[in-house]
Nanobody
Framework: HVQLVESGGGSVQAGGSLRLSCEAI?????????VGWFRQSPGKQREGIVT???????TYANSLEDRITISRGNAKVSLRLQMNRLKPEDTARYYC?????????????????????WGKGTQVTVS
C-alpha cells in the first residue's frame, strides 16, 4: 500500500514553468512501484503525462515529452515533474498515481483506470 501527496500547484503565467512534487508514503519501505503523473482538464478525459518504474524505465506522452523533465527522490517512489513553456491548455488538475505492477508501467500511461493508487491532485491554472 502507498499514499501519494501532490504539491506545487497554483497559478502560472503562460510561457512559464510548473514544478510539482509527489511524495509517497509506503507501507513497506522495500516495496517498489510504477509511478506516474496524469492530468485532467474540465470536461476532458484524464490523460497520462509520464510513467516511470523503479529501474528508471520511462514512458512519456508524445505530445508533452519535449516540455517535461522528471526526477525522483531517494525513495524512487517520490516523483517530481517540471513542465516548461506552459500554455493555457495545460490548465488542469494534476495527479500522481502508482501501482506495484511495474512490468506494465508503460501500459498505465494510456490506461490510467487500471492504476491502484492515486493522490488527490493539485490544481494548475495557466493564464
Amino acid at each position: 500500500h502507498v499514499q501519494l501527496v501532490e504539491s506545487g500547484g497554483g497559478s502560472v503565467q503562460a510561457g512559464g514553468s510548473l514544478r510539482l512534487s509527489c511524495e509517497a508514503i509506503r507501507s513497506h519501505p522495500d516495496d517498489t512501484y510504477c509511478v506516474g503523473w496524469f492530468r485532467q482538464s474540465p470536461g476532458k478525459q484524464r490523460e497520462g503525462i509520464v510513467t516511470i518504474d523503479s529501474r528508471g524505465r520511462t514512458t512519456y506522452a508524445n505530445s508533452l515529452e519535449d516540455r517535461i523533465t522528471i526526477s525522483r527522490g531517494n525513495a524512487k517512489v517520490s516523483l517530481r515533474l517540471q513542465m516548461n513553456r506552459l500554455k493555457p491548455e495545460d490548465t488542469a488538475r494534476y495527479y500522481c498515481a502508482a501501482d506495484p505492477r511495474e512490468q506494465v508501467c508503460g501500459y498505465f500511461l494510456d490506461n490510467y483506470r487500471d492504476l491502484n493508487y492515486w493522490g488527490k491532485g493539485t490544481q494548475v491554472t495557466v493564464s
